[in-house]
């Protein structure tokens, strides 16, 4: 018997520790310069207005903050909503459907336990989750008492779970459903129609939506559809059973801020306040500052939007139609089909000093034929700025005609 969980013990290690593990023993080559596009971490600058509502906040240091946010910054986030979603921001009463985040990665881990309990009939509870993923739908599904049901994202479904393919069976026990729009890693944004049925099949099965909407604001098309502005818009203009995440490390570059939120139907955002009465610090008061100005503000999302935008750019011009290259809807990465993930990011490391992330770490056999839809693929995270990231791309591009020679 162990001494510690074993749900954490049976977790595979993070993907950037799995990166590590594999490149460890690899040398770069000497005299280049490493170049990391493994990881998401945001590298544009934020805009000055961070630092400088945080100072005028600096007074409130020594409170212990409201688990449901200050009314400054609750009146901030809905202002934001609205803007954004229109009707469907209006649905959101900030003081019974939002609160704070310290960083949406807790609060989306968080809500499994809140929302995974016991299934009528003692059937087993089930939490869907896109595959690939982002890691912590895994981990956050994995301590609970579901099981994780991986549904594959690839090529022919449209970059996102299929829900036709969803048996009743399968929605019946299923307690919530993660879903990534636009997807990390494949830049992918439900239409009005996709998040209309997802909605529909939660109402009717009796589960959890959870939209995760961290990249809405990075899009290089039109501005993707919130989940808000469905709701609004069908079946009563409700809440019920939909839950959406949204944060600043993206929109805003403030990745080390830690600040995010959650919004939706009342219910499920009572359960999750009181969880997080006893789980959660609370977002410190000055980071609340920070944040609703941070909110209130949309010159400096243009700019960060456009820095995004040019790189994509880039990536296209340079890459054209090579290494299955298509111009996501949205985010900052790019989803690379390579052959093997592993092999190819191995060799890009001991050859040009580039990292980038197997598409196998952040994917799962899938249940219909045992295959990871992931490990064909590799992630690159666009952060760098434009030159960095157009010399490391041709670079790039050099390596994989080399191996098309081999
Ligand atoms: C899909 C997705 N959701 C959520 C997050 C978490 O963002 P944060 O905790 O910084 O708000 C990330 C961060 O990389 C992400 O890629």
């Not at 590590?20 to 770069?28: F, G, N, S, V």
């Not at 990534?180 to 996709?194: E, H, I, L, M, R």
């Not at 099949?201 to 469905?230: K, M, N, Q, W």
């Amino acid at each position: 018997m162990s001494m510690l969980n074993d749900r954490l013990n049976a977790l595979e290690d993070y993907p950037f520790t799995r990166l590590r593990t594999l490149l460890t023993d690899i040398p770069a080559p000497e005299g280049r310069a490493a170049i990391d596009f493994s990881i998401g971490d945001p590298k544009h600058a934020p805009p000055a207005l961070l630092t400088e509502a945080m100072a005028a906040a600096a007074d409130s240091w020594n409170r212990y903050p409201p688990i449901a946010g200050t009314y400054d910054w609750r009146q901030a986030v809905s202002d934001w909503l609205v803007w954004r979603f229109g009707e469907g921001g209006r649905l959101i009463d900030p003081d019974v459907a939002l609160l704070p985040a310290s960083g949406t990665r807790e609060a989306l881990f968080m809500l499994a336990s809140a929302c995974v309990g016991s299934m009528p009939g003692g059937n087993e509870p089930a939490v869907l989750l896109p595959n690939p993923f982002y890691g912590v739908y895994v981990g956050a599904a994995q301590m609970t008492s579901a099981e994780p049901v991986f549904l594959t994202a690839n090529r022919q479904t449209g970059f996102l779970p299929d829900l036709d393919a969803l048996p009743a069976s399968l929605l019946d026990r299923t307690a919530l459903f993660y879903l990534c729009s636009p997807a990390n890693p494949q830049g992918a944004a439900a239409d009005v129609a996709y998040l209309q049925k997802a909605l529909s099949l939660a109402r009717r099965h009796g589960f959890v939506l959870a939209v995760d909407e961290c990249y809405s604001e990075i899009y290089h098309r039109a501005p993707p559809t919130g989940v808000l502005e469905v709701a609004a818009r069908f079946d009563g203009a409700r809440l019920d059973n939909l839950i959406v995440f949204n944060s600043l490390s993206k929109r805003s570059s403030a990745a080390g801020l830690r600040s995010g939120f959650v919004a939706g139907d009342p219910t499920v955002i009572a359960a999750f306040r009181r969880l997080r009465g006893y789980a959660s610090a609370g977002m410190p008061m000055p980071i609340q500052a920070a944040s609703a100005a941070l909110w209130r503000d949309e010159a400096h999302v243009t700019e960060n939007r456009e820095l995004y935008r040019a790189k994509i750019d880039t990536a296209e011009r340079i890459m054209g139609d090579s290494l299955g290259f298509y111009r996501p809807d949205a985010g900052f990465f790019l989803w690379l089909e390579v052959g093997d993930g592993e092999r190819a990011a191995e060799r890009l490391w001991r050859e040009q000093a580039i990292r980038v992330l197997p598409g196998a770490y952040i994917g799962r056999p899938a249940p219909e034929d045992g295959n990871n839809p992931g490990q064909p693929f590799m992630r690159l995270a666009l952060v760098h700025d434009i030159a960095v990231v157009a010399d490391a791309l041709t670079r790039l591009m050099g390596t994989f005609s080399a191996m098309a020679g081999d």
